[in-house]
């Protein structure tokens, strides 16, 4: 079992800079991905980043690349998205996620656990 828990959202306005953290317990961190996904109002849950569980491996999906950076400190269990040049289209509440397969995914349905969300807001 791995719990995870989300934080850092909040609102802030186009072209700021926001960074999400999300802390993990149960199982040593990292022998195992993490990504972050977001759901927007209205629509489905989609891909936003992925790291390996030593962190030398990362995926982004297209729309953030160059803005988004994902990280991860295995010594404090933790997993970070640090947001910049933030646009009201990246509003939506962001999930991080545990993935214990051996390749490092965008599919959601390979992710074997879950963080309960933080909302991020970006005003235009």
């Known amino acids: 079992q791995v719990q995870l828990v989300e934080s850092g959202g909040g609102l802030v306005q186009a072209g700021g800079s926001l960074r999400l953290s999300c802390a993990a317990s149960?199982?040593?961190?990292?022998?195992?991905?993490m990504g972050w996904f977001r759901q927007a109002p209205g629509k489905e849950r989609e891909f936003v980043a992925a790291?390996?569980?030593?962190?030398?491996?990362?995926r982004y999906t297209d729309s953030v690349k160059g803005r988004f950076t994902i990280s991860r400190v295995n010594a404090k269990d933790t997993l970070y998205l640090q947001m910049n040049s933030l646009k009201p289209e990246d509003t939506a509440v962001y999930y991080c996620?545990?993935?214990?397969?051996?390749?490092?995914?965008?599919?959601?349905?390979?992710?074997?656990?879950w963080g309960q969300g933080t909302q991020v807001t970006v005003s235009s």
């Open positions: 149960g199982r040593t961190f990292s022998t195992y991905n």
């Open positions: 790291i390996s569980g030593s962190g030398t491996i990362t």
């Open positions: 996620a545990a993935d214990f397969s051996t390749l490092l995914t965008a599919t959601q349905s390979q992710y074997d656990y």
